[in-house]
């Protein structure tokens, strides 16, 4: 009609029945359909709100996919085709995968949600109470979970921006007050205990994140800081001008003990002492030797001239394998790889953030740290050309063809040239991994940083990235 509907008015019945008229309804009829099939192809609904509706704090029937807990990766052995070993290759070390994932609890989930609890409280109810509850690094669906929780509790309580940022930094520091704020967000995160949610959303949003490269001005206001107020992080952070844990971090790393603290390649004096303290504290008590570590307590005992962050890359990075391995070298395999693929592949998680690395290891393939193996896991991704672009599904569609068969077993020759004693790797260098020494480097120093992110409260290992929190 050539006429913006605004524009339209009927001052009769007769008018309206013409206007119908003059309407091509064959028109009309192909743009309904074509919507529809637009809609049908997207798989929403074409009435859908902008915003959803916020969660409840316990909905009676929680999201279908939830963020495993307790993964439990298919065996090597059978992965391989082979039966299981006897024996596992180092003793005392518990290698078990965790318990397979437990039926929700409703007392439990309101729990998470509403109590204040540190992780020696909860761990205390995992024993007393069986308790299942997630921790370490929050996946990229979590992170987006979170991000839409927010964004929902500031539509529907109509908040701006700074009414937002004081609803989680509020001013008087009683975060009793902003409870129901807190609450909404836990429960679009099932499994996460609310101080988890707290720290971790706290330092997503505040204002103070992410600010470059230290400064020796810094450092030296820091040092005077702690100096004057001992480790009381968040009043260290208001007068350096930092987060709380990047002065935490950073002091531990890099200020602490720097007169003393020596760089550049370990002797193998120091190697040796490393290797007694690690074993001393985890092996001969009965612990896993690579996630149930304090590097805090390392370095103290390893006078100070190596810091926490050095000790713990030393030792995921070169010294664990060794010590698994009776003392010789191992090398990475393509036998290792196909492993890593299908072990991956069997815990149908929706993105490999979602991953907890330290299960991957059982009692017949433990040569190899759960930090070492998610960069195993990112080197063979980012081999994939465009890999950026693709979905953590269709990553696995690519490495689960290219891995589709066992390599095959080394010649001869190679052999009696090497003798070495390896779990379950043979001594084919994988194809996938090349320039996996840079790749060595830059998860060395990239993942410094992803553990912070980490639950604040530990300083054991609680990620395959990083343990460099406690």
């Known amino acids: 009609m050539g006429l913006p509907f605004s524009d339209l008015s009927f001052d009769s019945n007769e008018d309206v029945l013409r206007a119908l008229q003059d309407l091509d309804i064959t ?9 529809g099939e637009a809609v049908a192809a997207a798989n929403v609904s074409p009435l859908a709100p902008p915003f959803a509706p916020p969660p409840m704090f316990y909905p009676m029937n929680p999201p279908v996919q939830l963020t495993p ?8 052995n059978a992965i391989l085709g082979i039966p299981p070993k006897k024996s596992a290759r180092v003793k005392n070390v518990d290698t078990t995968p965790a318990a397979t994932e437990q039926p929700d609890n409703e007392d439990h989930a309101e729990l998470l949600a509403t109590k204040w609890m540190g992780t020696s409280k909860l761990a205390e109810l995992v024993k007393s109470e069986g308790l299942v509850y997630k921790k370490g690094k929050f996946s990229a669906t979590e992170e987006q979970s979170l991000r839409e929780a927010i964004l929902n509790f500031q ?3 109509r908040l701006t921006n700074e009414q937002l940022q004081d609803a989680i930094f509020p001013k008087n520091g009683d975060r009793d007050k902003t409870m129901p704020f807190w609450q909404q967000v836990t429960a679009s995160v099932p499994r996460r205990p ?4 707290y720290h971790h959303v706290r330092r997503t949003y505040h204002p103070l994140k992410q600010q470059g490269k230290w400064s020796p001005e810094e450092d030296g206001r820091l040092k005077q800081a702690v100096a004057d107020l001992g480790q009381q992080w968040e009043k260290v952070s208001a ?3 930092r987060m709380s844990a990047d002065c935490r971090d950073r002091y531990r790393n890099h200020v602490q003990d720097r007169e003393i603290r020596i760089t550049g390649p370990w002797s193998k004096e120091e190697e040796v002492q490393l290797t007694r303290i690690v074993t001393d504290m985890t092996v001969n008590q009965g612990k896993d030797i690579d996630d149930d570590v304090f590097w805090g307590k390392v370095s103290e005992l390893m006078g100070g001239r190596r810091g926490r962050q050095q000790c713990r890359i030393k030792w995921t990075d070169a010294l664990s ?3 698994k391995n009776e003392g010789q070298k191992p090398r990475w395999s393509q036998q290792d790889g196909f492993i890593l693929v299908h072990k991956v592949d069997s815990l149908n998680v929706r993105d490999d953030t979602e991953i907890d690395w330290k299960t991957l ?3 017949d393939w433990n040569l190899w740290s759960a930090h070492a193996l998610q960069r195993r896991w990112l080197t063979m991704k980012r081999s994939i050309k465009g890999y950026e672009n693709m979905s953590h599904a269709e990553i696995m569609d690519i490495l689960r063809v290219k891995k589709a068969h066992l390599p095959l077993p080394p010649s001869q020759s190679t052999k009696k040239r090497k003798e070495r004693k390896v779990t379950s790797a043979a001594a084919i260098p994988d194809a996938d991994t090349a320039g996996s020494a840079d790749a060595t480097r830059a998860g060395s120093s990239s993942s410094s940083r992803a553990g912070e992110d980490l639950d604040p409260d530990s300083d054991s290992s609680s990620s395959g990235s990083e343990s460099d929190s406690d």
């Open 27 to 35: 028109k009309i009829a192909n743009v309904l359909k074509t919507l």
């Open 69 to 76: 807990v307790g993964q439990a990766p298919a065996p090597s």
């Open 155 to 157: 539509t529907t309580e």
């Open 194 to 197: 609310i101080i988890a949610v």
């Open 239 to 241: 007068r350096v001008g």
């Open 321 to 323: 394998k060794t010590v």
């Open 361 to 363: 290891n059982d009692p």
